[in-house]
């Protein structure tokens, strides 16, 4: 890896970082279908990767992405709440199926239709809950021009090595509004390697290998291959509440807790001595940031946590947070869905929460909060 | 290697039900054509057909309830090997809720085989009709008769442009007519009429598959298109997304020391976004940084249009705008957009044309007619009015934008230099 040290600024916005890091990572395919605010991350797919196809509906594009998938390629796609919604069961299916693909979920105004120019922070309990069964899959949430390109090869790493459907969460500000950036600053990505099995015993699609089974396409005629959505034991084959079939399903929920422990990312710009903190994800970590420097001008003592592993939600969180006095959680959606996904109900007393609808949370409000 | 599609003779279907000879004579039929099972990829769907996988020597996959279609374009959109064949089994229920999906796969004709079993009726789930239920056949939720005509699946999909399109009734040897599908180059798809011996018999004593088929008036026979099947078809790409985003280097001074923010409204088809886009890479140029962001209706073309730009010779993290310092506004819609945040402007300056009434703000404003020099230019004039009375920038780095950007010959540059008294 090796970084240039002179500047090469441009205006550039999240969605081209975003699409051009997947690439460059090893996803090859973008399946497509147009919505605001996620249309910019179609128009460069279309551009760069090897194969897009235009689907007709957003139903057909998990579908689509789950038969390339299974034939072993690594499909993208990037759509908002209405297109997601009708994406839902489809990923369930690829989750239960351990198919490999990204989708990028770029939030918009809710409810519904809502607004679908406004940015918002919004769907993060949906995927939380959105798998059947309440099991986790994997959320990393992007929070700068950085993030956008360093997160989508995390992304893929995830989705390859954990053989799953990786979630990456974005807003309409990310990948629409553009920013002087220096594209020199990037670290070099590189491919992520694709192994599959390639042994002469016997495959077993589910078989698990330290949680994770190996995988072999549809497309080839050395092993047969059984993958199906229904519970299954290890050869693939529906069975009913059998030991097997249920331990299949125990062990999806374990992957992805244990194996997410090699993917955690978050940012902790820990001030000494501090006993203020600031928590924000998305959109609202670049006020955060803002807030934080600020404070520390004026002489506050302040750190600062910006969560990118969001689901399943690691426990470091609540042990960073637990050694602050005051600790203020800002997200732009006005029900903390952040702070529900850490404590429910059970607020600790330390933690109070700054919620927005339907604008973005300034730096200031961040300010007086912690000054509060 | 095992030759036989089928693992065993004894499938696990009803006594008589049309599913075992449709997953015999496609197993014949593969075997005739010499297929190595793990050549084939059978993708079933949700229904009573569905559990014929576990009975197979070959790849299997089994997804949701009327999506197998989809799923297994997919997979004919991921292999690239031609030896390879990618059979769909469906019921009509699938049939009825995916159909969107079967419509697409025969639009693009693509290169797999259908087979819906038509059974006329919802069989895991009770006996319900279908899409596809002749009218006036009974099921559990039809006591008196189906009320509607079903779907004609193979006028559909002949229409949508499939390759290869056949309905025949389940009886007898029909493994020759499944190797004209399998045979096809595109999308083929077969509708087997068959009567579920749970619900179709029961709720229809007396009657023959052969005389519903013709009482329902869809006729057994084929229909071609002579089409080529579908191949992947890609525009012009690039190596690198970056190649397309060029560098912008410092080549002209700044005289602004801390964070500005600006906002720009007008109305689409006014060139507000193109204006804004041309400050803030003149500021680039500047050595400044920049954020540009958009904000209009979902209707494109029509009504407001406003650009929220943020220059500041540091980083800039959070782009939000809410009380800007400058406001540039020159329409009335571009007005009505930005009224609130203009009356919280306690400072700043608020540069409006003098067609607009005035709004109540604490920003120095200054009046003029900046439309004057054409409507699709006024944004721009407004902004560089600014600029050359802030001195933020040179003027010569927005004028050698126009230059670098091509647009010398969309924008009025002359006149520009002569309203701004250069």
Same mark, same amino acid.
């Given at each position: ?11 550039? *916005? &999240? ?15 973008? #399946?497509?279908?147009?919505?605001? %605010? ?12 090897? +194969? ?57 105004? &809710? %409810? ?18 959105? #798998?059947? &069964?309440?099991?986790? #899959? ?21 989705? #390859?090595?954990?053989?799953? %459907? ?43 290998? *330290?949680?994770?089974? *190996?995988?072999? %396409? ?17 050869? &693939?084959?529906? $069975? ?77 969180? *609540?042990? +960073? ?6 600790? +203020? ?7 903390? $869905?952040?702070?529900? !996904? ?14 927005? !609808? ?11 909060? +912690?000054?509060? | ?84 064949? =990618? ?49 006036? @056949? ?64 029961? @709720? ?14 869809? =006729? ?67 050595? /400044? ?54 009356? /919280? ?20 404003? =200054? ?56």
């Amino acid at each position: 890896m090796q970084q240039q040290t002179k500047e090469r600024r441009v205006l550039i *916005d &999240g969605s081209r970082l975003m699409i051009e890091a997947l690439a460059q990572s090893g996803a090859d395919i973008f #399946i497509g279908y147009p919505i605001t %605010p996620a249309n910019s991350l179609y128009l460069y797919g279309s551009q760069r990767m090897p +194969i897009m196809l235009a689907a007709p509906d957003e139903i057909s594009t998990l579908q689509w992405m789950s038969g390339l998938s299974a034939a072993g390629h690594l499909p993208v796609t990037a759509t908002s709440f209405p297109g997601f919604a009708l994406m839902v069961e489809s990923i369930n299916m690829a989750y239960m199926m351990e198919l490999p693909m990204i989708v990028v979920l770029v939030q918009r105004l &809710g %409810p519904s239709t809502g607004t679908a120019t406004n940015g918002a922070q919004g769907d993060l309990l949906l995927l939380k809950g959105m #798998i059947s &069964g309440g099991h986790p #899959i994997p959320v990393l949430a992007t929070s700068s021009f950085d993030d956008c390109w360093n997160l989508p090869a995390e992304a893929v790493s995830m989705a #390859i090595n954990m053989r799953t %459907p990786v979630i990456m969460l974005t807003s309409k500000e990310e990948v629409m509004t553009h920013k002087s950036f220096d594209l020199n600053r990037l670290p070099a990505i590189e491919k992520v390697p694709r192994k599959f099995f390639n042994k002469d015993e016997a495959y077993q699609p589910y078989k698990p290998i *330290d949680l994770v089974p *190996d995988f072999l %396409p549809l497309t080839q005629n050395r092993h047969q291959v059984r993958i199906t959505a229904s519970t299954h034991d290890q050869s &693939g084959i529906l $069975q009913h509440s059998t030991d097997e079939a249920l331990a299949n399903t125990r062990r999806l929920e374990e992957k992805t807790y244990h194996k997410m422990k090699c993917h955690l990312k978050f940012e902790y710009d820990r001030q000494e001595n501090a006993e203020n903190l600031v928590v924000a994800y998305g959109i609202t970590a670049a006020s955060a940031r803002d807030a934080v420097a600020e404070l520390r001008h004026s002489g506050k003592k302040v750190s600062l946590l910006v969560p990118k592993t969001l689901v399943p939600v690691p426990p470091v969180y *609540d042990e +960073i947070i637990q050694s602050y006095k005051k600790v +203020i959680i800002a997200e732009e959606n006005m029900n903390n $869905q952040f702070g529900s !996904l850490l404590y429910g109900i059970r607020k600790p007393a330390n933690v109070s929460y700054l919620g927005s !609808l339907g604008k973005m949370i300034t730096p200031q409000q961040i300010m007086e909060e +912690i000054k509060a | 290697m095992n030759v036989n599609i089928l693992k065993t003779d004894s499938l696990p279907f009803c006594k008589g039900c049309g599913h075992e000879l449709i997953s015999k004579n496609t197993a014949k039929a593969l075997e005739k054509m010499g297929y190595n099972p793990l050549d084939v990829i059978m993708v079933t769907d949700i229904g009573c057909h569905g559990i014929i996988d576990r009975s197979l020597n070959t790849h299997t996959i089994h997804g949701l309830h009327g999506r197998s279609v989809a799923l297994g374009a997919g997979i004919a959109f991921g292999n690239s090997d031609p030896s390879k064949k =990618i059979i769909v089994f469906i019921g009509d229920g699938g049939a009825t809720i995916g159909l969107q999906h079967i419509m697409e796969a025969a639009r693009l004709n693509i290169n797999m085989s259908v087979i819906i079993h038509n059974n006329m009726l919802y069989g895991m789930t009770g006996g319900q009709s279908s899409g596809l239920t002749p009218e006036g @056949f009974h099921t559990t939720t039809s006591a008196d008769g189906n009320p509607f005509d079903g779907y004609d699946i193979c006028a559909l999909s002949h229409t949508a442009g499939a390759s290869y399109v056949a309905r025949i009734s389940g009886i007898g040897d029909i493994s020759d007519k499944f190797i004209k599908a399998f045979q096809t180059q595109g999308f083929s798809l077969i509708e087997v009429v068959e009567i579920c011996t749970s619900y179709g018999v029961k @709720f229809n004593p007396g009657r023959k598959l052969n005389e519903i088929i013709q009482a329902s008036g869809r =006729i057994p026979g084929e229909w071609i298109n002579n089409r080529l099947p579908f191949t992947h078809h890609q525009g012009r790409k690039v190596n690198n997304l970056f190649a397309k985003t060029p560098e912008i280097s410092k080549s002209f001074n700044t005289g602004l020391e801390k964070p500005l923010s600006l906002i720009m409204s007008g109305s689409a088809g006014e060139g507000v976004q193109l204006a804004a886009t041309i400050i803030v890479k003149a500021a680039m140029k500047s050595g /400044l940084h920049a954020t540009q962001k958009g904000s209009y209706p979902v209707t494109v073309g029509v009504g407001f249009s406003t650009a929220e730009v943020n220059l500041s010779p540091k980083e800039i993290n959070f782009h939000g705008i809410n009380v800007p310092d400058i406001a540039v506004i020159t329409s009335a819609e571009g007005l009505a957009h930005s009224t609130r945040r203009i009356g /919280l402007m306690k400072s700043g300056t608020l540069f409006i044309d003098q067609s607009l009434t005035p709004p109540v703000t604490g920003a120095k404003m =200054i009046i003029r007619d900046f439309r004057d020099i054409g409507y699709r230019t006024a944004s721009l004039f407004a902004v560089m009015y600014f600029i050359k009375q802030s001195g933020i920038i040179p003027l010569e780095a927005v004028f050698d934008t126009i230059e670098s950007e091509g647009l010398s010959s969309k924008i009025p540059v002359e006149k520009l230099k002569s309203v701004l008294e250069m």
